[in-house]
């Protein structure tokens, strides 16, 4: 059984460039979140998608946007690159909100994530 | 302000010695826990998920707890292979979907 994956695993961007990350979620999962980790801090939420629609979002410029194909597969895209979007991207793949009942949790898991810099 | 903390914020143990990493919370309507393990360069690995208090769950040498305002995870006789970042993050509330919060990690450092 395939976990999540991502590609490409490593990127370098000069400022002002644009870039794509992409990842293929878990057998079974519909649901795709993003998350932005910098070095020695933990992930912090970009957005999720199920039903190939942004159902949440966290606090990210709009220079942050995404799309969810029918295959559930995601991709990432960055605008207008910065300095500071040097991080580990990582994408977790779940069951949609809900799906184990009512409002419980749902266990996310994370694929290994793609490190770029922006120089 | 909604948030999760982490202590320590690095720990080092000597194989054998075990120890508590902890998790603390100060969300409005807790669903779930998470545990997570960490190596450098690498995305975060699923260990446990807590969703009451009084919960617990144990694998290998980790055990997870779980209260009404923080986690621990256990480890017992750890070994160096145990060594990396030790991730807790919650979901929380009615409106809030099913995003993570994370805290800031421990970093654990088993010698032999």
């Known amino acids: 059984d395939a976990g999540v994956t991502q590609s490409p695993t490593h990127l370098i961007k000069t400022r002002g460039q644009q870039v794509t990350l992409r990842c293929s979620p878990k057998s079974g999962h519909d649901t795709v979140s993003w998350y932005q980790q910098a070095l020695g801090q933990g992930p912090q939420f970009i957005f999720q998608?199920?039903?190939?629609?942004?159902?949440q979002r966290g606090n990210f410029p709009d220079r942050f946007s995404g799309h969810q194909f029918p295959n559930y597969s995601s991709e990432l895209n960055v605008n207008a690159l910065l300095l500071g979007d040097s991080a580990l991207y990582l994408c977790?793949?779940?069951?949609?909100?809900?799906?184990?009942?009512?409002?419980?949790?749902?266990?996310?898991?994370f694929g290994p994530g793609t490190r770029l810099l922006v120089l | 302000e909604d948030q999760v903390t982490q202590s320590p914020e690095a720990l080092r143990l000597q194989e054998g010695e075990s120890s508590s990493l902890n998790c603390s919370y100060t969300?409005?309507?807790?669903?779930?826990l998470f545990w997570y393990r960490q190596d450098p360069g690498k995305g975060p690995e699923f260990l446990f998920t807590l969703y009451s208090a009084g919960e617990e769950k144990e694998k290998e040498r980790l055990k997870a707890t779980l209260t009404k305002k923080e986690s621990f995870l256990h480890i017992t006789a750890p070994k160096p292979e145990d060594s990396a970042t030790y991730l807790c993050?919650?979901?929380?509330?009615?409106?809030?979907?099913?995003?993570?919060?994370f805290g800031t990690g421990t970093q654990l450092k088993v010698e032999l």
């Open positions: 993050a919650v979901q929380y509330g009615w409106t809030e979907g099913n995003k993570l919060t």
């Open positions: 969300v409005s309507g807790l669903r779930g």
């Open positions: 977790a793949s779940s069951s949609r909100p809900g799906a184990s009942g009512g409002f419980g949790a749902e266990t996310q898991y």
């Open positions: 998608y199920y039903e190939e629609e942004e159902r």
